[in-house]
């Protein structure tokens, strides 16, 4: 079956600068300047694929607009957006955390990454599209209300749902994040919310390290609106596949939400440089195929994905594609080259150490009322 999937892309993406850091520290003394993992290569490239493959003409382009102050402060603190905004309109500066860095011109270009995520939401939400996926840059799945981190400067997530909340009347929204770090920023913004369900699929204790283990549940009130399943390194499609059938699925049909967004990483790859995960494009396309089977039976299908991590600039793009395969029903016939050597890894098996971290968030969905 195919489906009209609406798609976000603007160059200025490409344009955030997070300059000659050696991957994640700031370059200097015996550090010798190379530059931050989180790069244009990697989505510049996933867009330059969905273009030549073909994709690009079956997908619904949906424009991408800045969010205004007013709909960053639905989210963040007027202290922390108005710093992002003096420092880019200066030499640039950090996110907050010290490793999160931007160059001038950047707070634009991250209210565009929150408004590209609020126009897919626009699209999907007035029919426009069955689902959308926005292909933005700088990422925010770690930034918290009071600040920036992890490459992430806004919450773009949050700040779309916020947006259908005020226009729309949205009210309870399902988050599932499978980027390879912990969707601490969903989390901690929604800790105290019964109406918004977080669901993050991560490599336990990766990043942040404090954060995602399967006892974090939710604040007074909101128990059990909070979802973690730390899965062990080297987990592969069969692990996560299970969590979405276990973890997710049953989740999100005793939540019934009127909207899922999807925090969509793909730094869970077997050659990521900041995982050591090994979900090959296969997999990230049977995840995505089952979400959107998720959305149609609760929600109407109102499924979207805004992008988050993913560091490897030649696998990356394949992911991606497989994806929005998936999203839009419409195949390119387009092969991953590394398929050969990843897909029928051993990794993928189902192991009882990965059963037992899935086994546990089962515990916390049953506390939403599923048996």
């Not at 009071?146 to 779309?160: H, K, P, Q, S």
Request: hydrophobic share 40%; with cysteine.
């Amino acid at each position: 079956m195919t489906r009209r999937t609406g798609y976000v892309w603007h160059e200025r993406y490409a344009w955030h600068d997070t300059g000659t850091h050696i991957g994640i520290y700031p370059s200097g003394g015996m550090s010798q300047p190379y530059h931050a993992f989180e790069s244009s290569q990697s989505k510049s490239r996933i867009a330059g694929l969905i273009e030549v493959s073909g994709m690009l003409d079956e997908l619904t382009r949906v424009g991408a607009r800045p969010a205004t102050r007013d709909e960053l402060l639905r989210v963040h603190t007027a202290a922390h957006v108005d710093r992002i905004k003096a420092e880019s309109d200066g030499a640039g500066g950090d996110g907050g955390d010290g490793t999160t860095p931007f160059g001038p011109g950047s707070y634009e270009i991250a209210a565009l990454a929150a408004g590209g995520t609020i126009a897919a939401t626009d699209h999907v939400l007035t029919g426009a599209a069955d689902n959308a996926y926005a292909l933005v840059r700088p990422p925010g799945h770690h930034a918290v209300a009071e600040t920036g981190m992890g490459y992430c400067l806004f919450n773009n997530v949050a700040v779309a749902i916020e947006h259908a909340r005020a226009t729309y009347g949205t009210r309870r929204v399902a988050i599932v994040d499978y980027d390879v770090h912990h969707g601490n920023g969903a989390q901690s913004i929604y800790w105290d919310d019964p109406d918004v369900l977080t669901i993050s699929l991560h490599q336990e204790r990766l990043f942040p390290q404090d954060s995602g283990d399967v006892s974090e549940t939710g604040g007074p009130g909101a128990e059990g609106s909070c979802i973690n399943v730390p899965l062990p390194a080297g987990s592969g499609n069969g692990a996560y596949l299970a969590a979405i059938d276990r973890v997710v699925a049953p989740a999100i049909a005793a939540f019934a939400p009127e909207l899922i967004m999807v925090c969509s990483g793909f730094d869970a790859s077997p050659l990521d440089p900041l995982g050591c995960m090994t979900v090959g494009s296969e997999g990230f396309g049977l995840m995505a195929a089952r979400l959107v089977e998720i959305a149609t039976e609760v929600c109407d299908g109102h499924l979207v994905l805004t992008h988050e991590g993913g560091y490897s600039p030649v696998h990356a793009p394949f992911c991606a594609l497989a994806v929005l395969e998936a999203l839009s029903g419409r195949p390119t016939g387009v092969v991953d080259p590394f398929a050969v050597g990843f897909e029928h890894s051993p990794a993928h098996a189902l192991r009882p150490w990965q059963e037992e971290a899935i086994a546990q968030a089962e515990e916390v969905v049953r506390a939403l009322g599923v048996d």
